[in-house]
């Protein structure tokens, strides 16, 4: 079973919404990658909503990194089938990758931390 840590869950939806939100409206989001390459962007953003739904899981290591992908992954894809309904974005399947690679980078980084952790203690 697991056992949800609701105040990382709330962060990291109200995370995710607010990168859809922005990510929509006309002009930011090229403004933003003007400045910051598109491929980083999806790679911090993806990441830091990584760590967040990991910390909101509360189960065994593998279960953590499996449903933490897992659920990355769902949310990569809509976002990039939101990016593909938007006459002014594009979707790519480059920022999906991107995104997953975030999540397997930060979920092995978690479960490691956590790993030498409990070892140490």
């Known amino acids: 079973m697991i056992k949800i840590r609701w105040t990382w869950l709330a962060i990291a939806i109200v995370f995710f919404l607010c ?12 403004a933003l990658t003007e400045k910051i390459n598109d491929k980083i962007l999806h790679f911090l953003a993806y990441g830091l909503l990584t760590a967040l739904i990991y910390l909101s899981l509360g189960t065994s290591q593998l279960r953590k990194f499996t449903t933490t992908l897992c659920i990355i992954i769902i949310l990569g894809m809509t976002d990039e089938l939101i990016q593909s309904t ?12 991107m995104d ?14 956590r790993v030498q952790d409990k070892n140490n203690t």
Do not use: E, K, N, V
Request: net charge neutral; charged share 5%.
């Open 19 to 30: 990168m859809i939100i922005l990510g929509s409206l006309p002009g930011h989001a090229q």
């Open 86 to 97: 938007l006459p002014y974005r594009t979707a790519s399947l480059l920022d999906l990758s």
């Open 100 to 113: 997953i690679l975030a999540a397997c980078l930060i979920t092995s980084c978690l479960s490691l931390f």
